[in-house]
Each structure stands twice: as structure tokens, then as C-alpha cells.
């Protein structure tokens, strides 16, 4: 099981701490991903952490304003997001990934909704 947290509403320019909690699984087994889906479109690869957390990989639109880490002895994996845009507004989702280079998830947790006003 994953459960999510940490969402909210924001202004642009301002920071959210995202976290999945994770249970029921062998947490150093899996690479884990963020995902997210804004309203009336797809759902969207944001990043990923391999099961070491030695490594990450984000979308474009992402990168060098969010950072994926894990802390393999609390079973969590965590997305602070910075220089929050109207466009990052979305549900996020945390998920068990096939492995680290892909973007097929497993297995995936509730969402939590990121606001970001202009």
C-alpha cells in the first residue's frame, strides 16, 4: 500500500513537500515514481528513484525545481517541489515502477492535490 501526502495550495514561486508512505511491500525491492494528472488530461511521469535512491531521472519540465528522495529505513519516498508554477497543479501520485528506467508503474498509491495559484 501507498498513501500519499503532504499536498496543498500554493502560490506561484512557493515550495510543497510531497510524501509516500509505503507498506505491505519490500521497500528496497522497487524503483519508485511520481506521477501526476492535471484535470481533463492524461496522466503524467514526473520522476524517478532508483531502489538505492543512488539516482533519479525527471521530465523536462520538472527538472532542477523538483528532487525525488527515498529513506530506505522508513519505507518513504519524498518530492519537494520548488519554483511551483500554475501548470504543476495536478494530483500526484506515488508508484512501485517496473524498474528504474521505465515509466510503467505497478502498483500505485492515492493521490494528493497540488494547487498552485497565479
Known amino acids: 500500500q501507498l498513501q500519499a501526502s503532504g499536498g496543498g495550495l500554493v502560490q506561484t514561486g512557493g515550495s510543497l513537500r510531497l510524501s509516500c508512505a509505503a507498506s505491505?511491500?519490500?521497500?528496497?525491492?522497487?524503483?519508485m515514481g511520481w506521477f501526476r494528472q492535471a484535470p481533463e488530461k492524461g496522466r503524467e511521469f514526473v520522476g524517478a528513484i532508483r531502489r538505492s535512491g543512488g539516482s533519479t531521472r525527471y521530465t523536462d519540465s520538472v527538472k532542477g525545481r523538483f528532487t525525488i528522495s527515498r529513506d530506505n529505513a522508513k519505507n518513504t519516498v519524498d518530492l519537494q517541489m520548488n519554483s511551483l508554477k500554475p501548470e504543476d497543479t495536478a494530483v500526484y501520485y506515488c508508484a512501485q515502477l517496473l524498474y528504474f528506467a521505465s515509466n510503467t508503474a505497478t502498483n500505485w498509491g492515492q493521490g494528493t492535490q497540488v494547487t498552485v495559484s497565479s
Open positions: 505491505g511491500l519490500v521497500f528496497t525491492n522497487y524503483a
